[in-house]
Structure formats: structure tokens, C-alpha cells
């Protein structure tokens, strides 16, 4: 009896709270906004999974060598694919005056075409369609006032983001369309990191707004030092990623754990200036690639330790578990000459880690909050 007692006067104190919490929510809140952070989290992170697809679509398009198929930007018209063989002829024509089929492709038929055609265009497309699921919710959830106060400005530069990576993508792309039929493996990063970067911030934000959703009284989750040293190295690791995936420079040594008969080849040429080898030179910036991803290991570790200690076991084991997949396919891509399947699985786990990197340091950050 005593037990049930004490168990309603307790019952009771912590309801007087929520009510006192809800009223000061309430007061802070515009009048008639009903915010509703579960539903806007889990719009977040579909919309993150479709990010995830678009990193694997790029990278499919980058190794098949098919970004640089479709030589006009288009933003809206370009959404509609060639429908007859008139509108087919167009397009393959438009590619024989660039310096791709130029000085590559030369003689290439126009069902070779075709395939080429298809990544880019899916790419391109589904581009597009993140565009309008981002935004079109957005605006749904902003006229029913259901975002909560302080995510407003988040979400609009989510979107502002997104808006700016299609015409990074087009950047990147006219850099091949003239005299080299590359693009800029420079370009090529800063896509690929914006991409990365829009993944990473939907997560951490859903997670915020989850985190709001089980209690109102919650604060969005601070980056605690041992998260800002692994995002920084990760971050120079996938920029070194980049630069390998736009110089070919997987290609340059198959063998591991050294290159070729040594460690790093005595005879490989330098550029001047010597800085400019971290960023041009296919051989250093393989070299760098494959000893900072110990160093980025390391730091991921750390992360994971914290995390188990901090009881977030599942977000720990995360982490554990896709840095080993993402070493091991690392390793396999390098010595089966960069096949193709394992090239791709490389880029989507290099995603994936980042996803757990992100949800193990969000919840690190959030740290022990009171509830309303």
C-alpha cells in the first residue's frame, strides 16, 4: 500500500511538471502552430536514404565512365529522356562534337551511346526528384506551421544546399566538356563532399527532432571533441577519395600493403610546387589515401569507444562494424585493379560509415537531459 502511495504522489509531481513544461512550450511557440518533429525526423531521413542512392548512382556514373554523356544542362526539359529515335539522333549528335567522343569515343554506336546515357541520366534525375521531396514537404510542413521553433533556418539551408549541389554538379561536368574530356577531379571532390555533407546533416537534424519528439524539453546535440576530430580526418579522408576516383589514381598501384616493391616508389616524378603533389599527383595522393584511413580508423575507434561507454552500444557497434567492411573493400578494390562492384561498394560503405560516425557522435552530444 505504501508503495502505491508514494508511486502516485510521484505520478502526480510529474505531471504538474510536464504540464508547466508544455505550458512554457506553448507561450514560446507561434499561436495555432502545432509542431510536429516525429513526422518531419522521419521525413528527413527518407530523404537521407535518397541521398545515399544518389552518392551510388554517382559513383556507378563515375566509374562507367558515363558523366559526361549528356553535354547540355537542362534543369527542367533535361528531365524527359529522348522518346523516339529522331530526339535519340539529337542527343548522340550533341555528343560527337564533344572532346570525349572526340578523342576517346571516336566510332562509338549510338546503342553504345545509350548506355552511357542511362547513368547520367538516372543521376540527373533522381537529382531532381530529391529536389522536389525535399522541398515540396517542406513546404506542406512550414504552412501548417508544424516545424518546430529553431529548425526553420536548418531545414531552409538543407535546401539551400541541395539547390546549390545540382549546379556544383554542372560545374563539374562543363569542366570535362572543353579541350580535356576529364573533369576536374578538384570539382569532382566538391561534389562529392557536398553530397556528404547534406547525407550527414539530414541525419544529425532527424535525430535532433526525434530526440525533441520523445522529449520536449530537449536541446539539439552539441559536437563533443572526439566527434570533431573524427568528422575533420574523415572528412580529408573522403576529400583524398575524391581525388583518387577523379585522377584514376587507383590504378596507379594494385598491390598491398606496399606499392609495388616498396613502400612509396622512389622513382616516382614531383611536381612543383611540392604541395601541389597532395592534390595532382596520382601516386602521392594513393599514398596518402591508404595511410590516412588508419589514421581516420584510429579516430573512429575512439569514437566508438566513447560511445560504448556511454552505453550507446548499438551506435558503437555500427561504427566498428562498417569501418572493417569499408578497410576491407578498400583493400579489395585496390588489388582487383579497381573492378568495378567493388569499387561501388567501396563509395556506398564510405556513406554508410559516415552515416554511423554521425548517429554515434549525435549521441554523444545529446548527453543526459532533463525531461518535460
Not at 508503495?3 to 504522489?9: C, H, P
Not at 508544455?22 to 518531419?40: C, E, N, T, V, Y
Not at 553535354?71 to 523516339?84: C, F, H, K, Q
Request: hydrophobic share 55%; aromatic share 10%; proline share 5%.
Amino acid at each position: 500500500m505504501r508503495q502505491k502511495v508514494a508511486f502516485g504522489k510521484c505520478s502526480r509531481s510529474d505531471h504538474i511538471r510536464g504540464m508547466a513544461s508544455h505550458a512554457q512550450l506553448s507561450a514560446s511557440s507561434p499561436k495555432g502552430a502545432s509542431p510536429r518533429p516525429g513526422p518531419i525526423s522521419n521525413w528527413l531521413l527518407l530523404v537521407a536514404a535518397l541521398v545515399f542512392a544518389m552518392v551510388l548512382v554517382g559513383g556507378i556514373t563515375r566509374l562507367t565512365e558515363s558523366g559526361l554523356s549528356m553535354v547540355r544542362w537542362e534543369p527542367i526539359s533535361g528531365a524527359i529522356p529522348p522518346l523516339n529515335e529522331a530526339a535519340w539522333e539529337a542527343e548522340f549528335e550533341a555528343y560527337r562534337a564533344s572532346p570525349e567522343y572526340q578523342q576517346i569515343n571516336r566510332g562509338m554506336s549510338l546503342s553504345e551511346f545509350k548506355e552511357i546515357f542511362f547513368w547520367e541520366y538516372v543521376h540527373r534525375l533522381l537529382g531532381r526528384f530529391i529536389g522536389l521531396a525535399f522541398a515540396v514537404p517542406l513546404l506542406w510542413f512550414a504552412w501548417k506551421r508544424a516545424v518546430p521553433k529553431g529548425y526553420g533556418w536548418r531545414l531552409v539551408v538543407l535546401l539551400a544546399l541541395g539547390g546549390l549541389q545540382g549546379a556544383i554538379g554542372w560545374w563539374m561536368v562543363a569542366s570535362g566538356l572543353v579541350d580535356r574530356p576529364e573533369v576536374s577531379h578538384i570539382r569532382l571532390a566538391v561534389h562529392l563532399l557536398t553530397a556528404l555533407l547534406i547525407f550527414g546533416g539530414l541525419i544529425w537534424t532527424a535525430l535532433d527532432l526525434r530526440n525533441l519528439a520523445r522529449n520536449p524539453a530537449a536541446r539539439p546535440a552539441r559536437v563533443t571533441v572526439v566527434a570533431a576530430w573524427t568528422f575533420s580526418l574523415l572528412g580529408l579522408q573522403l576529400l583524398f577519395g575524391a581525388y583518387v576516383a577523379g585522377l584514376d589514381a587507383g590504378y596507379a598501384f594494385n598491390s598491398w600493403p606496399k606499392m609495388g616493391e616498396e613502400w612509396f616508389p622512389a622513382d616516382t616524378p614531383m611536381l612543383q610546387p611540392f604541395l601541389a603533389n597532395f592534390a595532382d599527383n596520382p601516386v602521392v595522393v594513393q599514398f596518402v589515401h591508404r595511410w590516412l584511413a588508419w589514421v581516420v580508423a584510429g579516430a573512429a575507434l575512439a569514437l566508438a569507444a566513447s560511445a560504448w561507454a556511454r552505453r550507446l552500444h548499438l551506435s558503437a557497434a555500427a561504427v566498428v562494424v562498417t569501418l572493417l567492411l569499408q578497410i576491407l573493400l578498400g583493400v579489395a578494390t585496390l588489388v582487383s585493379g579497381v573492378e568495378l562492384h567493388l569499387a561501388i561498394g567501396h563509395q556506398a560503405m564510405a556513406a554508410l560509415l559516415l552515416g554511423a560516425i554521425v548517429t554515434a557522435a549525435h549521441g554523444l552530444g545529446t548527453g543526459k537531459q532533463k525531461r518535460a
